[in-house]
């Protein structure tokens, strides 16, 4: 019966995998389009402050880590804004600010402890049965946000000018693109790690990139590079006994090394890609 | 019918006053060629126009509604200054870069995607792309992008259509094809066009009219007028990229 249970919730753990990746891998190609590659990162560190905000306060981390970096991830927007910094400044200043704050935390909580090491580094075993269900809850939801959005997101990444005069609402929109990245990365944590979630916003779609004529083909590219790394590896971890988040990384990385490789051995030729 | 009016419309950049006191009627049909020097406001004006800069004085409508307000954005087409500075990797088909501006799909989806993908094409069409659909837009030549942009524009099948420095880096052959195309639209499909440059001979041939722009309106008139005012003398003593054509 536990094995049964275990199998079921391992295969839940899996789709919650899954369905990250594909939202990595899409958010992913907005963000590096938009040269917002290391938001990911930022968002991650600030996550972390969430994280040892649940332990100190004894409340769920993830729940925690959601409400941190989604009011950060709105902060940022407010102060690129506001203050009028250069670039990934404001991300720069939050994400310094996310770790310190959790470091401290994690401090006067002192749990600095196998539970902390789980979300720095990813531990798919130690995801609680309600952490599955809130993850495929709201990885669907990024993704059904991003699908009725894209058109818009897609215009606003290419051409920001055309689509605001077209009536799209670029700010509200990037504020939206910031959220759920934030909660995306906050979803991806416990499987990747927080020193490692945000590979899987930038390699699948840098890879991606590599072999695309098209933002669809792209897409198809970076969704597909992010869910064979994650499935494979955690399948790889859970056969060989390894942490599934360097696995992950490092499966997306020869992803990418190979479709730059193959790109390279193409002749770059005008014509249809 | 009037498609945009503006009346005592002022605009500042923090407090540099880059427009002031402009009245300006854009009637259907109208070819207007939006001309003046660097910095003297032709862009802002454009901008101030389709609402995406506010003014500081004055009222400005379009289709009869204050710019912001307009809920059918699809009467516009636009044509921004750097539309052709597209980063040369985006991986944008031809197809994705035209269909952009059909953003609102009621239908079913895969009706929907019928008729968008006729549209799309019909547009290439139109600026002579219709074989390019499936080309990365960043493997096209600045002219051949250029007009990708106008397809872009055109799809919605608006009713007026602002171009902000189009034929910028794009050689003098491509310009003339470009001018042409701009023409037929203007007569044969009744297209109101905005057109703005600086180069006010290359427009000779085409425009119905002329605004001439310096922060203030100093002109604004039918293009044969034009030759013939005080203005037009001016720049020509100044020697503005003049470039004498036969009207």
């Known amino acids: ?273 | 019918m009037d498609i945009v009016v503006l009346r005592g419309v002022s605009f500042a950049y923090d407090g540099t006053p880059v427009l002031v006191g402009i009245d300006l009627t854009i009637k259907e049909g109208d070819f207007l060629a939006v001309i003046g020097p660097n910095g003297s406001g032709k862009t802002t004006l454009v901008k101030v126009i389709l609402g995406l800069l506010q003014p500081a004085e004055g009222k400005v409508e379009l289709f009869g509604k204050p710019p912001g307000s307009l809920s059918d954005r699809g009467r516009i087409g636009y044509v921004p200054q750097k539309a052709t500075h597209i980063d040369p990797y985006f991986p944008a088909s031809v197809e994705e870069v035209v269909g952009m501006a059909l953003l609102s799909e009621s239908r079913p989806r895969a009706a929907a995607g019928r008729e968008r993908r006729g549209r799309v094409l019909r547009a290439l069409e139109v600026v002579g792309m219709g074989e390019f659909g499936r080309w990365p837009v960043g493997r096209l030549s600045g002219g051949q992008q250029q007009r990708v942009f106008i397809a872009r524009a055109l799809v919605t099948s608006p009713k007026i259509l602002f171009l902000d420095e189009p034929t910028t880096g794009v050689d003098a052959e491509t310009q003339t094809s470009f001018y042409d195309m701009l023409d037929r639209l203007n007569r044969q499909e009744g297209l109101t066009i905005v057109l703005i440059t600086h180069d006010i001979g290359i427009v000779n041939k085409h425009v119905t009219s002329v605004a001439c722009l310096n922060q203030r309106l100093a002109y604004h008139g039918t293009h044969a007028e034009f030759c013939r005012s005080d203005v037009f003398r001016d720049m020509v003593s100044r020697g503005d990229h003049l470039i004498a054509h036969e009207h």
């Open chain 1, 1 to 273: 019966m536990h094995a049964l249970f275990a199998y079921g919730f391992l295969q839940r753990a899996f789709l919650a995998g899954v369905l990250i990746a594909v939202a990595c891998a899409v958010l992913g190609l907005f963000l590096i389009l938009r040269k917002d590659a290391m938001i990911g990162h930022g968002l991650a560190h600030i996550a972390f402050a969430g994280v040892a905000l649940g332990l100190f306060l004894n409340v769920l981390p993830l729940v925690a880590a959601l409400a941190v970096a989604v009011a950060a991830a709105i902060a940022v927007m407010r102060l690129k804004d506001r203050a009028g910094l250069h670039g990934d400044t404001a991300i720069g200043i939050f994400s310094s600010l996310g770790l310190a704050v959790g470091v401290l935390l994690a401090s006067l909580a002192r749990s600095f402890n196998v539970e902390l090491m789980a979300y720095l580094f990813g531990d798919i075993l130690a995801i609680e049965p309600i952490e599955v269900v809130l993850t495929l809850v709201l990885a669907a939801a990024v993704l059904i946000v991003v699908r009725l959005n894209y058109a818009k997101l897609l215009y606003m990444t290419f051409d920001r000018e055309s689509a605001r005069a077209a009536g799209v609402r670029v700010g509200r929109l990037d504020t939206l693109l910031m959220v759920l990245t934030a909660v995306t990365i906050v979803l991806g944590m416990k499987i990747a790690g927080i020193l490692l979630v945000a590979a899987l916003i930038v390699i699948p779609a840098a890879a991606g990139l590599q072999v695309a004529g098209s933002f669809r083909s792209a897409v198809r590219a970076s969704i597909a590079v992010a869910v064979a790394s994650v499935a494979g590896g955690l399948g790889l971890s859970l056969a060989l006994n390894i942490p599934a988040s360097a696995a992950i990384v490092v499966l997306c990385f020869l992803a990418f090394a190979a479709f730059s490789l193959g790109k390279r051995g193409r002749a770059i030729r005008p014509g249809p890609g």
